[in-house]
């Protein structure tokens, strides 16, 4: 047993008392939730204050002058006001909504690759990136001819940051874009580092924090980036709402990544002129209700305390990785000094699909696949893992049924 587990203070029957939808058994078996990565589970404070907002108050924001439609819009941007307290943005307008990472990315892909830089310059990726954050910018080299660089990972999985710093040594780079935590390793890339260097060398910096945010408190002040982006429904709030930060200059700067209502200041036939920043990247009525849940769930996490965040996913991480090391046949993909609550797997003689579709009969949800990121698979010489990814509300036990359940998995395939 690991004596750090729990965290000090941190009340897991509680937490896990606050998610309706841990209470429920699967095939007359406890449901075991450890695919957190790739969406959590919501509490009821998010859950209630959407439909609060739907039963009490709903009306389209910014537009309306009745009283339900001036409460609804004061409780969506308030969200702004939240997120930028969470990221500590320099001020509110810094932040744009999105549905998710994934159009936070294009956006800037879109606005900043093609409305600022220049064909001939590089974005540099990373070989454990997202499909997210790959296809966008495969998409502007071949429409915008933008070079695109890949850094190597490390046997480890780790950011290869010599090969970094040589992909970095010509100053053609323009943008760097890289995960701030790998959704496959559950390495923690040292962003400050990276940051640095590649300004020194005059890139800009995006990181995508779709997995980072949830588990550590992310200061985009003290890392120094550009950009940071991140998804709603992975920080235990609603799908269809996610976030892009930016330096206010950069937002001025960039053209708008789509035209329609509330993203101008006036139309007429000949011109339309924009809105101010941020909304004029936010074209038509936006995911209201989302972002109220948003704000809820960054309520939520906030009391709970990123501290406490930070001390149960090392605890539950340092477990998992010494019981899975005690199943024959296992083998745990990256060793990173620096990871998270995400653990990635393989099991000798078993398909990760079979493992998964085992598990599930025993009430235990993992993911299998290539969790979109195919060259990091390729990289590793593999068609896909398994993925065991914890939550605020992962417990102690739901790591030992999983050992418990690979090694039934594996004495069937043995």
């Known amino acids: 047993m690991n004596d750090a587990f729990p965290a000090p203070g941190f009340d897991i029957a509680r937490i896990r008392a606050d998610f309706p939808i841990l209470s429920q058994t699967v095939r007359g078996k406890p449901l075991v939730f450890l695919d957190s990565a790739a969406s959590a589970q919501k509490p009821r404070v998010v859950i209630d204050a959407m439909v609060n907002c739907m039963e009490t108050q709903y009306a389209n924001v910014h537009r309306g002058l009745h009283w339900m ?125 990276l940051i ?80 101010h920043v941020p909304h004029k990247f936010e074209a038509g009525t936006p995911a209201i209700i989302e972002a109220i849940g948003l ?5 939520y996490v906030q009391e709970i305390g990123y501290e406490a965040l930070s001390a149960h996913e090392a605890a539950l991480t340092d477990h998992a990785l010494s019981q899975l090391a005690t199943v024959e046949g296992l083998r745990v993909i990256g060793q990173a000094q620096d990871r998270g609550g995400v653990v990635s797997f393989t099991l000798k003689g078993a398909h990760a699909h079979d493992v998964a579709t085992l598990l599930d009969r025993q009430g235990i949800a993992i993911r299998a696949g290539h969790h979109c990121a195919e060259p990091l698979m390729r990289r590793l010489g593999l068609d896909s893992t398994a993925r065991a990814s914890f939550g605020v509300y992962t417990s102690h036990e739901e790591i030992d049924a999983l050992t418990t359940g690979l090694n039934r998995v594996r004495e069937f395939f043995v």
């Open 295 to 299: 704000k809820a769930a960054i309520g």
């Open 69 to 193: 439609s001036e409460r609804t819009t004061d409780a969506y941007e308030s969200t702004r006001d939240v997120v930028a307290a969470l990221l500590n943005a320099n001020d509110r307008t810094e932040i744009v909504f999105t549905r998710n990472s994934t159009e936070a990315i294009n956006l800037v892909a879109h606005s900043y690759g093609r409305g600022i830089m220049k064909p001939g310059e590089v974005v540099l990726i990373s070989e454990m990136e997202h499909h997210a954050n790959i296809v966008p910018w495969q998409m502007l080299r071949d429409s915008h001819g933008i070079e695109m660089r890949v850094a190597a990972v490390t046997e480890t999985g780790e950011l290869d940051m010599e090969d970094v710093a040589a992909k970095l040594s010509d100053n053609k780079v323009g943008l760097v874009a890289i995960t701030h935590m790998s959704n496959v390793f559950g390495t923690y890339v040292p962003v400050e580092r």
């Open 196 to 275: 640095r260097l590649a300004h020194e060398h005059g890139a800009k910096v995006l990181l995508d924090g779709s997995q980072a945010v949830v588990h550590r408190r992310v200061d985009v002040q003290a890392l120094g980036c550009d950009f940071y982006v991140f998804t709603g429904h992975k920080l235990y709030g609603p799908t269809g709402i996610g976030v892009l930060w930016a330096r206010h200059e950069l937002l001025e700067a960039m053209p708008p990544f789509m035209g329609g209502g509330d993203m101008i200041d006036s139309v007429t036939f000949e011109r339309s002129t924009w809105a």
